[in-house]
């Protein structure tokens, strides 16, 4: 059974671990978001109280 044999664990820890951490990132942050994110304005929004006409 090949799962019992330990020679190639390590270099398939290390080749999994290369790919996440080269590959997979680069993907990633590649993506450009159709849609940027606005900042928030400082300014308080004017709220108006309630009226309850009964």
Same mark, same amino acid.
């Given at each position: 059974?090949?799962?019992? /044999? ?9 080749? =999994? ?12 942050? =590649?993506?450009? =978001?159709? /849609?940027?994110?606005?900042?928030? =304005? ?13």
């Amino acid at each position: 059974m090949p799962q019992l /044999n330990p020679g190639p664990w390590f270099a398939i820890l290390v080749f =999994s671990w290369l790919v996440f951490l080269t590959i997979i990132p680069t993907k990633i942050l =590649s993506h450009i =978001s159709p /849609n940027e994110p606005t900042p928030v =304005s400082a300014e308080k929004h004017k709220t108006e109280s309630w009226d309850w006409p009964w």
